[in-house]
């Protein structure tokens, strides 16, 4: 099946995921994603890691909720802004006091232009292989962003892709040679291909 076939029928199936599941599954998601940055937490701080979250639109899990956590234990979170379409994501500062604002495709974006580059990198996955190939809603968005992000000297990045359970496509799948894989992927049953190592 061809890219475009597959995420329609991946949009599909994750809008059939009914509201009592739906807490469910992002529950399990919130917990794991919580537990691992607790473990990580001490060398996030000491090294000034930057966190990007995204904020949700459309059937995403929702994981704001790990942002404003992180946030509250002095943890430098970001999220995506839209500069230009189909350019490469720039990242600013969530700060709570910042105004949010509708950007592209109406999604909430800050306003306070302190823009920092993200280190660990949580990102929307509409669908996910086992080895953590990513189709996303299409416009390219992160595969140009994480390759640019990536590049740069001297910055490490980990990359964690936020997926529901029924986001998985087949190893029949082809990824194009644009696209970025990530490190991991977190789903409601777990870590694909497995929970990351802990950074220190
Ligand atoms: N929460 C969240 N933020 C994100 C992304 C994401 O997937 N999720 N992105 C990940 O890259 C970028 C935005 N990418 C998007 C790409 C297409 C559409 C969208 O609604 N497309 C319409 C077509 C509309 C149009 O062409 O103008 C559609 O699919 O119906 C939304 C977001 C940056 N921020
Ligand atoms: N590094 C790149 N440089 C130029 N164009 C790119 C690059 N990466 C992707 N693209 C273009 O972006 C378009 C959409 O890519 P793709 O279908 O992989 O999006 P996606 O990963 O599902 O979306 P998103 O990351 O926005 O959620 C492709 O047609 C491709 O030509």
Redesign the pocket.
Known sequence: ME?IKIREFLLKKRKLINLHNKEKYNDLIKKKLNHWFDKNLKYILYNNLVVAFFWPIKYEPDITPVLYRLFEKNVTVCLPIIKKKDEKLIFMKWDNLSNMQEGYYKILEPTNNQLVDPNIIIVPTLGYTINCD???????????TL?SLSSISNHNITTIGISWNCGFINKYYKK?K??YVLDVILTPNGWIPKEPKNLF
């Open positions: 890219k990513r189709i996303g809603y299409g416009g390219g968005y992160y595969d140009k390759r194009e644009y696209d």
